[in-house]
């Protein structure tokens, strides 16, 4: 007889604010509309995904202090979405990247129990840290956070959450009107926590959701990243998507977990990937090609590298070889986008390098970086290939980010999904009242294993 | 012509009686499902409440005690994210949640009730409460500025503490104005020629610098139908009431008589006034509705008994028929308030008599104001504001 097949899980990532994002398709729709959220939302849960999943927006991208023009700019608040999404869907995850450097634990706790409350049982928070001075300008507590203290409050945060969430017992409260008893005495208990982060003595006020404690996701890679993933994270949104790669990432985390004495089931990687289908192999290249065209027009190419020069390269052209000036590598940073003041240089040379090797336009040099990985081929081709990951242990599956808004992922879920079915590895449809945790896979949490102090 | 006014409704877990949750219509081991607020909201809605306030503290329910009472509820959901499911499931209800100025981010609460406002179609608010209790501070472990109370007197401008808290809200209502303002209606422009999405010109940083906050800004959400939505306060003396004059739109008031709230409402009218849209006074009555007057006493010693005192509350408590209670509000209208926001002693038993005995017979007697409008603002007779960074630059 042969093992029964691991099952693929999939997340549904709804088209954010970068360059990803199409805007000028003529079935590209609003960004903002609660309908786009719907539909997506909707169309997430005809395919049978796992969940659906938002980014988080904590100031608008800008160069020399000036808004990004060229890209979609400006999203929803997340939480807000997802709590209206509840009320409109009945079996989907719903996640949101939440930080944990410009929120407090009791109250993200309390928000992310009310949203477990509001779903029945599907909520999910992807815990990142980023934490600057950029960002932190719009925050109460400022840019004060070190790059080094991200991942200690990171993890003080996770651990006092938990704790909250564990606070109350599973049944909630007794409210019995005979005995006039609302709460028991000592419900719910005390959170005393006194760490380098916080310092709290807390009565959480949300009785205990549906899944106990929300799903926690996690997207960092450093080295502490990796090290907060295996204590807290249950599921991992990565960039690891290319198979050997993916491979290596995979049982380096899951590597991580038996330490801690978690199980390997206890984690999905569920790293992001976008896709273009076609009919036939060479009809998908072209789609593919048409896609990263429409993503980088002149225009974004030329923004791009201005982003990385530091200087207006406004007279140059996109179809061109690269700028032959010299970066300015003076005082002012370039923020939110991935960029590096120390390495500048280096990094020019190396594209320089690049650029020369294999002969690339600035367009084209643009649209190497800015590639995600990408299932190019037909619809059969791509559910084998997700199928061959998941088989293979490279993956759990996969975060699937569509270009188009709101109906990215319409095509996906008609046209790959089924095979995946057809394979045995997908869900043929989702059991009544299953929780996030169930569509995952997850165990329970285990009420009492985070210590006091717990990082 | 009679007098007329807004009806709104006040939504605090299972009514605003302390034994409400004993009575035997009362869903006490529901007050966190999604189905209670699905229901209570969806009432409002079709009995064409003109809004509801959804209560909310960053603290179990006790008013000033360090461990809950085991005869109160305790336990409740985030009203912003409440109002943010109720969205998509109502249609005309303005959508009001509470959010209090002492530790929450601005900056989230703003796009939240942006987001709320978009969700709704242009039918958001938020009610925003000054200052933190020790066991919020104790909660959150951030701040040593717990205020336990008012001084001795009673009055706010006694007390430094209190003072400052006011004053921090009125930053965070001022950092809201400013946020929701950042982006001018027309500033997603989608010009597929020149590959603009956006013209950056029409996005502005606030660069607010307070005692309590700096905010850059811009908001991450482009501007929402209602332009800015909704603020509301509660109110019950000079500061406070000055503190709603200057950043609020509707004002929550606690008269004691009809008399008193015609004074309430001349001091509102006198204080000074940032926005130059009028400001709505509300007048907040605690109800407790049954068929005749005696079956409504009776039910409220029930419900005193059963809590030990007597109900004691800074709203007039009306104990009574629909009649009682739509006489309330003439009176109040005829003193001069805008609208009344009723707070049902019971839910859902109060809301469905509101809906069902209240709302028509104030509506038989044409004393029920209720414009046709697709958005909040438009039906409280408010208008749109103009984004102030349009108007600047319109002026420079
Ligand atoms: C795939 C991926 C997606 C992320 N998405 C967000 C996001 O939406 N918002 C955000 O603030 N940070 C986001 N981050 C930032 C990370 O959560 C994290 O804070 C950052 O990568 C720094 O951690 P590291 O040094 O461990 O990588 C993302 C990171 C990754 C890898």
Known sequence: ?455 | MPEQVHVAVALEGAGWHPAAWRDPSARPRELVSPAYWRELLRTADDAAIAFATVEDALSLPVRGEAEPAPGHVGGRLDAVLVASFAAPLTRRIGLIPTVTTAHPEPFHVATGVQTLDHASRGRAGVRLVVGAPPAEVANFGRRSDAISGLPASGRVEDSPEVLAAFREAGEFADVLGRLWDSWQDDAIVRDVATGRYLDADRVHRIDFEGEFFSVTGASIVPRSPQGRPIVTALAHQSVPYRFAAEHADVVFVTPRSAADAAGIRTELDAAPRAAGTPLRVFADLLVLVEESRSEARAAKARLDALAGAPLASDARIVAGTPDDVVEEIRALAAAGVDGVRLRPARLPRDLLAIAERVVPRLNAADALLDAAADTLRGRLGLPRPESRYAREKALS
């Open chain 1, 1 to 455: 007889m042969s093992r029964p097949l691991r099952q693929v899980h999939l997340a549904a990532h709804f088209p954010g604010v970068n360059s990803t994002t199409v805007w000028t398709d003529p079935s590209s729709g609003s960004q903002i509309d609660f309908a786009s959220f719907e539909h997506f939302a909707r169309n997430a849960e005809r395919g049978l995904f796992d969940y659906v999943f938002l980014a988080e927006g904590l100031r608008l991208r800008e160069h020399k202090g000036r808004v990004h023009e060229l890209d979609v700019l400006g999203r929803p608040n997340t939480l807000a979405v997802l709590a209206g999404l509840a009320a409109v869907t009945e079996h989907v995850g719903l996640v949101g990247t939440l930080s944990t450097t410009f929120n407090e634990p009791y109250e993200l706790a309390r928000q992310l129990a009310t949203l477990d409350h509001l779903s029945g049982g599907r909520a999910g928070w992807n815990a990142v840290t980023s934490s600057d001075a950029f960002h932190g300008a719009n925050f109460r507590r400022g840019g004060y956070l070190d790059h080094a203290d991200r991942y200690e409050r990171a993890g003080e945060f996770a651990a006092l959450a938990k704790r909250l969430w564990d606070s109350w017992p599973d049944e909630g409260p007794r409210a019995d009107p005979a005995s006039g008893v609302f709460l028991d005495e000592g419900t719910p208990s005390r959170v005393r926590h006194t760490g380098a982060q916080f310092d709290v003595d807390a009565l959480f006020d949300v009785p205990r959701s549906p899944q106990g404690r929300p799903v926690i996701v996690q997207a960092g890679d450093s080295a502490d990243g990796r090290s907060f993933g295996a204590e807290h994270a249950e599921v991992i949104f990565s960039l690891h998507a290319e198979f050997a790669d993916a491979q290596d990432f995979y049982r380096d985390v899951k590597g991580r977990l038996a330490e801690r004495g978690r199980t390997e089931e206890s984690l999905k990687i569920l790293p992001a990937a976008t896709f273009a289908i076609g009919d036939t192999a060479e009809e998908a290249r072209e789609r593919s090609r048409e896609i990263a065209l429409q993503q980088v027009r002149p225009e974004t190419a030329i923004a791009y590298l201005e982003q990385i020069w530091n200087r207006d390269l406004s007279g140059y052209d996109a179809d061109g070889p690269l700028p032959d000036v010299e970066p300015d590598t003076g005082s002012e940073l370039t923020h939110g986008w991935a960029n590096r003041h120390a390495a500048v240089r280096a990094r020019v040379d190396r594209l320089r390098g690049i650029a020369e090797a294999d002969r690339l336009s600035v367009r084209e040099l643009v649209i190497r970086l800015t590639a995600q990985h990408t299932f190019v081929g037909t619809p059969g081709h791509i559910a084998s290939e997700i199928d061959r990951y998941v088989q293979e242990r490279a993956t759990d599956g996969f975060t699937v980010v569509g270009h188009l808004t709101p109906h990215g992922l319409d095509e996906f879920a008609e046209r790959v999904i089924p095979l995946l079915q057809e394979r045995g590895s997908y869900r043929s449809g989702y059991e009544e009242g299953a929780t996030l945790r169930d569509l995952l896979g997850l165990p329970s949490p285990v009420r009492g294993d985070v210590p006091a102090g717990a990082r």
